[in-house]
């Protein structure tokens, strides 16, 4: 009988026995959840504590600037004395009346000329003063040089009529020449011309005042751009859609007059306005000075009223006078903003020299000496004092 309660007791202590141990194992299962939870809980506090007092800093966006450098050249005027000296026989080749200034064209990102002749070629018949027609050898030796976009808009357009143009735009697309102001259809004349150098897109447009009196065929009316100041301001807002530097070639102003005269002076304003950036002034033959216009919207457009002569065979000193403007463009952009800005104006003076109407060649006019030109230095210094009247700043070195 004891042998038998003492059995049950037995059996009893195992059993309670056996529930505490699952007691305690799941007492302590349930401490270590309990602990993994508050170091899950102290874990996550942290990292968010730490995001509230410590934010991940914004990456630091800086202004890009690149810079472009643009240089033009006025009146490319080929009397027939100078198509004459560049024959030799056999061929036409202008590359020599260029060499001494070719370094300092080339130096540029951009070069402009004013063409203001036609290159209608040896087919038409070659001509000079008053109707002219020049071989098309010019345009090789400009490109040889170094220059990139023509002005063809002149009064001189409509020489030799509609054919003319069409063989010199074969030419110019053949050499791989921009030309802007006179066109082979309207299709040609909505193509706005553009040039980047360093991420600046430069826009080119041109205009002149006439055509001597040449009627422009109906119908043919993109044969040349006429100066119109609501058609110019049209063009100028759709080269602004495309370019960030839109440059203008006007074709204006008094004939052999050192300085603009009011119209010019109106037009050039008018033109800023709409929102050119560089104006480059033609026609007059002889230097006439630069200048800041300040538009109503508070930006400066650089203005040079005239170039001058480049290489031309005319007569007297201040149409032989020429020269190279060249400009900086900085191009500053931050975030979604672009600000263009125009500086550093510069000006090489230049001389056309010729002996009995050959040997032409154009010199930078620092380097001619009184066997080339009497008083050589006085012009030179004449010069600079014409050139910056209204623009103390202009430099006349490109070092």
């Not at 008094?254 to 929102?275: C, D, F, M, S, T």
Request: hydrophobic content about 40%; aromatic content about 10%; some cysteine.
């Amino acid at each position: 009988m004891k042998t038998t309660r003492f059995i049950q007791l037995i059996g009893i202590c195992i059993v309670f026995g056996a529930i505490a141990a699952l007691f305690f194992v799941k007492m302590e299962d349930t401490a270590e959840v309990v602990i993994e939870q508050e170091q899950t809980k102290v874990l996550h506090e942290t990292v968010v504590e730490g995001t509230e007092t410590e934010p991940v800093p914004e990456p630091i966006v800086e202004p890009v600037t690149t810079t472009a450098t643009l240089a033009a050249v006025g009146d490319v005027l080929i009397h027939s004395s100078v198509y004459t000296d560049a024959f030799d026989g056999e061929a036409y080749d202008f590359k020599p009346m260029l060499a001494p200034v070719k370094a300092l064209l080339e130096e540029a990102d951009i070069t402009f000329a004013n063409q203001e002749t036609v290159i209608g070629g040896v087919e038409l018949g070659l001509s000079g003063y008053p109707n002219f027609n020049s071989p098309y050898e010019v345009g090789d030796a400009l490109k040889d040089a170094g220059v990139d976009i023509v002005s063809t808009a002149n009064n001189h357009t409509l020489d030799r009529g509609e054919q003319a143009i069409i063989n010199a735009i074969t030419h110019w697309n053949k050499i791989g020449m921009l030309y802007t102001g006179s066109y082979e259809s309207f299709e040609d004349q909505q193509v706005i011309r553009t040039i980047e150098r360093n991420d600046i897109t430069f826009a080119f447009l041109a205009f002149t005042y006439g055509t001597n009196g040449i009627p422009i065929p109906t119908g043919k009316e993109y044969l040349v751009n006429l100066l119109d100041v609501e058609y110019m301001t049209d063009e100028i807002k759709r080269a602004r859609q495309e370019a960030d530097v839109v440059v203008v070639s006007l074709h204006f102003g008094n004939e052999y007059e050192p300085l603009p005269n009011e119209e010019q002076k109106r037009i050039a304003h008018e033109v800023a306005n709409a929102g050119a950036n560089i104006i480059l002034g033609h026609h007059p033959h002889v230097l006439q000075p630069v200048d800041w216009i300040e538009t109503d919207s508070g930006e400066s457009t650089f203005v040079i009223y005239s170039l001058g002569n480049f290489l031309a065979a005319q007569e007297g000193i201040e149409r032989e006078v020429g020269g190279i403007v060249r400009l900086e463009v900085e191009k500053t952009t931050f975030k979604d903003e672009t600000t263009i800005t125009i500086r550093d104006p510069r000006f090489i003076p230049t001389y056309a020299s010729k002996q009995n109407w050959r040997n032409y060649r154009v010199y930078p006019l620092e380097e001619v000496d009184n066997s080339i030109l009497a008083n050589a230095n006085d012009w030179y210094d004449k010069t600079i004092q014409h050139m910056n009247q209204w623009v103390p700043e202009l430099l006349f070195s490109f070092e």
